[in-house]
């Protein structure tokens, strides 16, 4: 049996990048509610991440080096056509990295200045992945197979109304992972701070869905939606994704009504899965959107079988440490906790 490997690794990637979103999603929440917090409470804020956040990086590298090893054409194009969002992400990821050590060992001006530095590194790498998102979704200019358009293409109304949605989602995020992680007037505050982000993350989500009907014709054929006319029978075969989403922000809901600890984060990760499935809907085979499919922009086959080989090995050692990581470190974490 032939292996279609220009279709695993499509899903490898995408998979890597889906759980990049999801897990340093919360705990690049976490950095966003920062500004919201006492200093006391920053301290908990940081422990309830301190063992799993750059593990949870580890998928960015996954995807970005899979993206330049399997879809070498691919990378050649996007990383052009995004260079500028791309280096301000790495550089807020970078800030928030340092400042996440320097935090816990600085004086009283020392520990402002990197508690100002993880915030600050926190929106920035969530602002600049929405640019790199919005980017994405509206195209990329090509011609003869290469990046064709200006420097700040990825600049405009609707790569900016992408990004304040991944700051608001990430805040949701963040807020539910510290109602399930924490207690006490933290755990209080940060039920706040759900109930605030929750009705903004379903406000831009559908202002963006909306908007990317308009950004490309053909997201908005392929999602039944025409000029003259609506097709219903386009449409019904995708209409589970978004009602993913809608049941997922119910969850938050009834699970912040409840006083729930876990579902209201639950129900935000399904939220981020749906948004991301549908923007997979939108512009799949397209690793390139709208100019390069996945198989075009495919490395050789053998490059593509030795990587997968080493991938099989790599890959479930990454995922057992990851689901060990969550497992030991599971539970309430107190002031008291001291992981630094």
Same mark, same amino acid.
Do not use: C
């Given at each position: 049996?032939?292996?279609?490997?220009?279709? !695993?690794?499509?899903?490898?990637?995408?998979?890597?990048?889906?759980?990049?979103?999801?897990?340093?999603?919360?705990?690049?929440?976490?950095?966003?509610?920062?500004?919201?917090?006492?200093?006391?409470?920053?301290?908990?804020?940081v422990d309830s991440i301190?063992?799993?956040?750059?593990?949870?990086?580890?998928?960015?590298?996954?995807?970005?080096?899979?993206?330049?090893?399997?879809?070498?054409?691919?990378?050649?194009?996007?990383?052009?056509a995004l260079y500028g969002?791309?280096?301000?992400?790495?550089?807020?990821?970078?800030?928030?990295?340092?400042?996440?050590?320097?935090?816990?060992?600085?004086?009283?001006?020392?520990?402002?200045?990197?508690?100002?530095?993880?915030?600050?590194?926190?929106?920035?790498?969530?602002?600049?992945?929405?640019?790199?998102?919005?980017?994405?979704?509206?195209?990329?200019?090509?011609?003869?197979?290469?990046?064709?358009?200006?420097?700040?293409?990825?600049?405009?109304? @609707?790569?900016?109304?992408?990004?304040?949605? !991944?700051?608001?989602?990430?805040?949701?995020?963040?807020?539910?992972?510290?109602?399930?992680?924490?207690?006490?007037?933290?755990?209080?505050?940060?039920?706040?701070?759900?109930?605030?982000?929750?009705?903004?993350?379903?406000?831009?989500?559908?202002?963006?869905?909306?908007?990317?009907?308009?950004?490309?014709?053909?997201?908005?054929?392929?999602?039944?939606?025409?000029?003259?006319?609506?097709?219903?029978?386009?449409?019904?075969?995708?209409?589970?994704?978004?009602?993913?989403?809608?049941?997922?922000?119910?969850?938050?809901?009834?699970?912040?009504?409840?006083?729930?600890?876990?579902?209201?984060?639950?129900?935000?990760?399904?939220?981020?899965?749906?948004? @991301?499935?549908?923007?997979?809907?939108?512009?799949?085979?397209?690793?390139?959107?709208?100019?390069?499919?996945?198989?075009?922009?495919?490395?050789?086959?053998?490059?593509?079988?030795?990587?997968?080989?080493?991938?099989?090995?790599?890959?479930?050692?990454?995922?057992? @440490?990851?689901?060990?990581? @969550?497992?030991?470190?599971?539970?309430?974490?107190?002031a008291d906790a001291g992981?630094?």
């Open positions: 049996m032939n292996l279609d490997l220009p279709l !695993i690794w499509a899903g490898i990637i995408a998979t890597a990048v889906l759980l990049y979103v999801m897990l340093d999603g919360f705990d690049l929440g976490v950095g966003i509610l920062f500004p919201f917090a006492s200093e006391a409470e920053r301290d908990v804020m301190a063992p799993v956040w750059d593990g949870n990086e580890t998928w960015l590298v996954l995807g970005g080096g899979g993206l330049f090893a399997a879809f070498p054409k691919a990378y050649a194009v996007v990383m052009p969002p791309i280096m301000l992400m790495l550089l807020g990821l970078v800030m928030r990295g340092v400042a996440f050590e320097f935090r816990a060992r600085g004086r009283v001006r020392g520990r402002a200045f990197w508690t100002a530095a993880f915030a600050g590194g926190s929106i920035t790498a969530a602002v600049a992945q929405g640019f790199v998102l919005g980017g994405f979704i509206q195209g990329v200019t090509m011609k003869d197979g290469a990046f064709a358009g200006g420097p700040l293409d990825w600049l405009t109304p @609707y790569t900016v109304l992408v990004a304040a949605g !991944i700051v608001a989602g990430y805040a949701l995020l963040g807020a539910t992972w510290l109602v399930w992680r924490t207690e006490t007037e933290l755990h209080v505050k940060a039920r706040r701070w759900a109930w605030t982000a929750g009705p903004s993350v379903a406000l831009l989500l559908a202002a963006v869905s909306l908007a990317t009907l308009f950004v490309h014709p053909r997201i908005a054929v392929r999602w039944g939606f025409t000029g003259e006319a609506f097709d219903v029978s386009t449409f019904l075969p995708l209409a589970p994704i978004p009602l993913l989403g809608l049941a997922g922000l119910a969850i938050v809901t009834v699970g912040l009504m409840r006083k729930s600890h876990g579902w209201p984060f639950a129900g935000a990760l399904l939220v981020f899965l749906s948004g @991301y499935a549908g923007l997979a809907a939108g512009f799949f085979p397209n690793i390139v959107p709208y100019g390069m499919t996945f198989r075009q922009a495919a490395n050789a086959e053998n490059a593509l079988a030795f990587m997968l080989w080493v991938t099989a090995f790599v890959l479930p050692a990454i995922l057992a @440490y990851s689901v060990w990581v @969550y497992w030991v470190f599971r539970g309430k974490v107190t992981y630094h």
